[in-house]
């Protein structure tokens, strides 16, 4: 299976003061990130708010980011729409730029079942020599990959290689790491359900919390694998007010305002989503307090 990371930061993209696409900004994120110990990036996933951009800015985002990063860590392009065409067009324009992964959220709206989940992933998948994971989120998508769409395709597809699951499901994780064929990588799609899907077999987490704490994050994930399984959960625990902090609301508001707290200002939210209230900003506040960021 191709490297893709441990801890894979799902980036949120920065906007200047009148919303557009702040290009100069990305490339010294993607420096930060590095910097604080992400080793895969992700780019214009749901935290880079994708729904709200263009292709053109899309493309911009992984030229910058590629440019930026260098090859020093694997680059992932978030290139899964709910119409099977525009992500095979995505897809291929993501392997033309020299991206090192894509990343096919399951189709929102549409709610198709089992067999055309199949279908649809398996076209984008073919349609690139790159690796692909595959994301399940059914809070945003309202439709579930069950698990034995995911064995099929780990089986059917060969460079169908991850899934990211941020279905809150472990028996899901457990159900697909029975089944599916070895190399196949589960990666937690939620911060909070790292350290027990590592339990079952994740190789790691495509992650928010990241922006702040990457670093941390590879810490337990190394030490879980390592056997100090103590260490791994003292981290787990300590941050777990922040896990479920940059989500009390819907994300990246807190994440963003989060990263403006503590230095590193990455600018507004584009509707329909808002910037935090006074009132939920000094929530979140006393989180990053509580957690020693701030």
Request: glycine share 8%; charged share 20%.
């Amino acid at each position: 299976m191709a490297e893709l990371g441990t801890v894979i930061t799902a980036m949120v993209t920065p906007f200047t003061e009148d919303l557009k696409v702040d290009l100069k900004r990305t490339a010294e994120l993607t420096e930060h990130l590095i910097e604080l110990g992400s080793d895969g990036l992700l780019v214009t996933g749901t935290t880079g708010e994708s729904p709200t951009l263009s292709v053109e800015e899309k493309v911009a985002l992984w030229e910058t980011v590629i440019k930026a990063a260098r090859g020093r860590v694997p680059v992932m392009l978030g290139t899964g729409t709910n119409n099977t065409e525009q992500s095979i067009a995505l897809t291929k324009k993501a392997e033309e730029v020299g991206g090192d992964a894509v990343l096919l959220v399951t189709p929102y709206y549409n709610k198709p079942p089992q067999n055309a989940l199949y279908a649809h992933f398996k076209a984008v998948a073919e349609a690139t020599k790159l690796p692909v994971m595959i994301y399940n989120v059914p809070g945003r998508t309202s439709r579930n990959i069950d698990p034995p769409t995911v064995i099929r395709l780990a089986q059917d597809v060969p460079n169908i290689v991850a899934l990211k699951e941020a279905g809150g499901n472990l028996d899901q994780v457990s159900e697909i790491y029975r089944q599916a064929p070895p190399g196949f990588a589960v990666y937690s799609g939620d911060d909070s359900l790292t350290l027990p899907m590592l339990s079952l077999g994740a190789k790691g987490v495509v992650s928010v919390a990241s922006h702040l704490i990457a670093g941390e994050l590879r810490e337990m994930i190394t030490s879980f694998t390592a056997g100090n399984w103590q260490k791994a959960r003292d981290i787990h625990l300590k941050y777990f007010p922040l896990f479920k902090g940059l989500f009390f609301t819907t994300s990246p508001s807190p994440v963003k305002a989060a990263m403006k707290m503590t230095g590193f200002p990455v600018g507004g939210l584009r509707l329909p989503l808002l910037p935090l209230t006074e009132k939920e900003e000094e929530y979140l506040r006393g989180i990053l307090a509580e957690v020693g960021l701030i």
